[in-house]
């Protein structure tokens, strides 16, 4: 098996997903990739979602934030400097998520935190959200990806996503959320460079 490594200082979300799916497409046979890096600014809706009904648009356009669709499924995400996202594209054979997952929290429990898999797709500290995961799939090839969150403008983040309440009652946990952490709320030393 052959392992890529590919890390990008572009900041341009549509460049970014771009690769993804390049990688995705033309990833060659019997390999794994791991794929860092960072949007400024910017909301990505998963591959079904209502940017309208995800997020504040309007409030977004004003503010000069970028809106991208990624080819995943899942949650409304906020990207800024202070995260980290990461791909893992490998050969369908190789696809192991909880290998893969096992990377970034050994990654971040080196940092001293805390740091587990809880529920569907999410990677949390002391109950505290960090990290969301989605997944795509092709008939040879497949993807994991994620967020970390660093230090990310978490009031920002709130301005812009939106959870209709529909969706929060279908979710059965009426008007809770799900508390977002930053990690450098358990590491203030953490920076991108120490993550990567």
């Given at each position: 098996?052959?392992?890529?490594?590919?890390?990008?200082?572009?900041?341009?979300?549509?460049?970014?997903?771009?690769?993804?799916?390049?990688?995705?497409?033309?990833?060659?046979?019997?390999?794994?990739?791991?794929?860092?890096?960072?949007?400024?600014?910017?909301?990505?809706?998963?591959?079904?979602?209502?940017?309208?009904?995800?997020?504040?648009?309007?409030?977004?356009?004003?503010?000069?934030?970028?809106?991208?669709?990624?080819?995943?499924?899942?949650?409304?995400?906020?990207?800024?400097?202070?995260?980290?996202?990461?791909?893992?594209?490998?050969?369908?054979?190789?696809?192991?998520?909880?290998?893969?997952?096992?990377?970034?929290?050994?990654?971040?429990?080196s940092l001293s935190i805390p740091a587990e898999f809880t529920g569907r797709n999410d990677l949390t500290a002391d109950g505290g959200k960090f990290s969301g995961n989605a997944f795509c799939f092709r008939e040879r090839t497949a993807f994991h990806h994620g967020t970390l969150l660093l230090s990310a403008d978490i009031g920002k983040m709130g301005r812009y996503l939106q959870v209709s309440s529909e969706k929060m009652q279908s979710k059965g946990i009426g008007s809770v959320r799900a508390r977002v952490v930053n990690l450098t709320e358990f590491n203030p030393a953490i920076t991108v460079d120490t993550m990567k």
């Open positions: 098996m052959k392992t890529l490594y590919i890390e990008t200082a572009c900041t341009d979300p549509h460049r970014n997903l771009a690769l993804e799916e390049l990688l995705l497409r033309d990833l060659p046979p019997d390999s794994v990739c791991l794929y860092l890096w960072q949007n400024q600014n910017t909301v990505v809706i998963g591959r079904h979602q209502n940017p309208w009904r995800e997020c504040r648009v309007q409030l977004m356009e004003q503010e000069g934030a970028i809106l991208a669709r990624r080819l995943s499924g899942g949650g409304a995400v906020y990207h800024d400097l202070g995260n980290l996202n990461f791909t893992f594209v490998s050969d369908r054979r190789h696809y192991d998520l909880h290998r893969q997952l096992g990377v970034v929290l050994s990654a971040v429990r």
